[in-house]
């Protein structure tokens, strides 16, 4: 081998080291159907529209959350998506985002004493069927070939550390249990009016629950008052962290609300995450389909960048 080879086969080696194009392309992308279409088919055209793999689901339009449906409701819509070639990554629900038995939310609006025993009645019927509710979202997310359901942590109270221990028994004990044995994760999301909001509240209640089947969705639009990346995204603690959602005011161009996504998916990536970043358009002003389609535009522009 000449010199001239010599130099040129080792310039092509190198290539792939420094030239190497980033794994966070357009196959780690997913959307929330309910807030890219106004039906089924209006979401499947619009997964395909920028060529999407994976799809996250919450509601199906007029009927409800998926989870409730009749079983052969669930199949039939998870039917589509397989004829489609779309994949469900993630199964949001609205599992424990009520007020827990023996707790006080810290925000509380005024009520008829009608009101309130109607609504302490649906909170006790929800928390007595919590475990039944959440075996129909493990079978659910069975039938749309998905291990990866979501949970929150109860109303937010006052003191959300001396809830800490109730909500680890509940979630990282019982509701582990059963996602033990039916190999289905828990994804625990933070929000705001949740017991679980900021990042180190994300790390003080898992630091309670170490179950290997109990992990976190991370939405930074859901805590306000931090700053996402770098500050937020560097408590995190990334080995459990099963689902990342971005708000369509926090990408969109121009927006007051835009954030680093760049940055986060570089160091989503640096970081060895594997999962989906899954879009939840979440505007209200009647543009919700409109703005679905700016964000993902600029969420694939930043994706080409990559």
Not at 3 to 10: C, F, K, N, T, Y
Not at 19 to 33: E, L, P
Not at 35 to 57: M, N, P, R, V, W
Request: glycine content about 6%.
């Amino acid at each position: 081998m000449t010199r001239r080879e010599l130099l040129a086969a080792g310039a092509a080696c190198a290539t792939p080291l420094f030239g190497a194009r980033s794994h966070f392309d357009k196959t780690r992308i997913s959307a929330i159907t309910d807030e890219i279409g106004k039906s089924t088919d209006e979401a499947i055209a619009f997964a395909h529209k920028y060529g999407l793999s994976f799809i996250e689901i919450r509601n199906l339009p007029g009927k409800g959350e998926y989870f409730k449906l009749p079983e052969p409701e669930i199949k039939a819509e998870a039917l589509r998506f397989q004829q489609e070639g779309l994949k469900v990554s993630f199964v949001n629900t609205s599992l424990m985002k009520f007020t827990w038995p023996g707790m006080e939310a810290a925000r509380v609006r005024p009520e008829t004493p009608e009101a309130k025993e109607r609504r302490l009645a649906s909170e006790k019927t929800r928390w007595d069927n919590r475990i039944e509710d959440l075996k129909k979202a493990i079978r659910c997310a069975h039938i749309m070939g998905c291990d990866k359901v979501r949970v929150f942590a109860g109303t937010r109270v006052p003191d959300v550390n001396a809830v800490y221990s109730k909500i680890a028994e509940v979630i990282g004990g019982e509701m582990a249990a059963v996602c033990e044995k039916e190999k289905v994760y828990l994804v625990l999301e933070n929000e705001g009016s949740q017991n679980v909001a900021s990042s180190q509240e994300i790390v003080d209640i898992l630091k309670k629950m170490p179950s290997k089947w109990v992990g976190f969705n991370w939405d930074p639009h859901n805590a306000p008052k931090e700053v996402a990346y770098p500050d937020a995204y560097h408590l995190l603690p990334k080995k459990r962290m099963l689902n990342v959602q971005i708000k369509g005011k926090n990408v969109m161009p121009n927006s007051a609300e835009k954030q680093d996504w760049k940055g986060i998916m570089q160091a989503l990536e640096r970081d060895g995450y594997k999962g989906k970043l899954g879009l939840e358009t979440h505007i209200f002003d009647g543009t919700l389909i409109a703005a679905a389609h700016v964000s993902m535009e600029e969420i694939m522009r930043i994706v080409r960048e990559l």
